[in-house]
C-alpha cells in the first residue's frame, strides 16, 4: 500500500546570528519602563516598522529574520507575495512558570529565538488541531499502546530552547512553551510575519 502524507504542519528551525547580550540589554531597557505581566510572565511588544533599516541590533534582527522566511513561506505556495515582519516582542518568563497553548491570530507565519535559555527551561511544543488530536486518540490508538511515534501519530512535537537557533511555523498552529526548570529566567524574542503583495525588496538578499 502506498501511503501520501497529505496536510502536513511545516515547522522550520535553524541557525541565527544574534548578539545576546545587546538584545538582552534593548529588552531590559524597554521591560524596565514598562512591563506588560501576562499571569506567569512578562512580554514587551515592539513594532517591526520603525526598526526594519535601523544599523541597531534590533534592525539586523529583523532583516535577518525577514531573509530567511521568504524561503519558508515560498514552501506555502503564494503567489505575488511575500512576507514581512509586522511585530516581534520579548519574553522573559521566570524559573517554574511556562506559557499555554496559543496561536497567533493575523499572522501567516510566527517564530522565536532565544536570548537567554539554560539548560532545562522549557521547551517550545508544537501541536496538533485539538479536533485532529481528538479524532486520532478517539480510533483507540491511545488505550491500544500506541507509542505515538511518527509524524502521523505525533499530537505535539517538541523543540529544545537553543540560544542561536530559530523556529517558524504557520500563525494559525498551536503551541506552548513547557516549564521553565532552570534556575534562571528564560528570555525569548518572537516575532509574527504578515503577507506582503508584490516582489521582496531584498529578493538578493533572500536567495544568497
Given at each position: ?31 524596565n519602563e ?24 534590533i534592525g ?34 521566570p524559573p ?113
Amino acid at each position: 500500500m502506498q501511503c501520501d502524507f497529505l496536510f502536513p504542519t511545516p515547522v522550520w528551525h535553524g541557525d541565527i546570528d544574534l548578539n545576546v547580550d545587546s538584545l538582552a540589554a534593548f529588552a531590559c531597557q524597554f521591560m524596565n519602563e514598562e512591563p506588560m505581566e501576562y499571569g506567569s510572565y512578562e512580554s514587551y511588544y515592539l513594532s517591526a516598522d520603525q526598526y526594519r533599516d535601523s544599523k541597531c541590533v534590533i534592525g539586523h534582527f529583523v532583516r535577518q529574520v525577514e531573509d530567511m522566511a521568504q524561503d519558508c513561506f515560498q514552501e506555502l505556495g503564494p503567489l505575488n507575495t511575500y512576507c514581512e515582519m509586522q511585530n516581534f516582542w520579548f519574553t522573559v518568563t521566570p524559573p517554574g512558570q511556562c506559557i499555554g497553548v496559543h496561536s497567533h491570530p493575523g499572522a501567516v507565519l510566527g517564530g522565536t529565538t532565544y536570548i537567554i535559555a539554560e539548560e532545562g527551561a522549557g521547551s517550545l511544543s508544537i501541536r496538533r488541531n485539538l479536533l485532529e488530536s481528538h479524532q486520532y486518540l478517539s480510533l483507540g490508538s491511545y488505550t491500544s499502546g500506541s507509542q505515538g511515534n511518527t509524524p502521523v501519530s505525533f499530537t505535539s512535537h517538541s523543540y529544545p530552547p537553543q540560544v542561536g537557533k530559530v523556529i517558524m511555523f504557520p500563525g494559525w498552529c498551536p503551541h506552548s512553551v513547557g516549564r521553565n526548570n532552570s534556575e534562571t529566567e528564560r528570555m525569548s524574542l518572537s516575532f509574527n510575519m504578515g503577507v506582503k503583495h508584490g516582489v521582496y525588496p531584498r529578493l538578493d538578499h533572500a536567495n544568497s
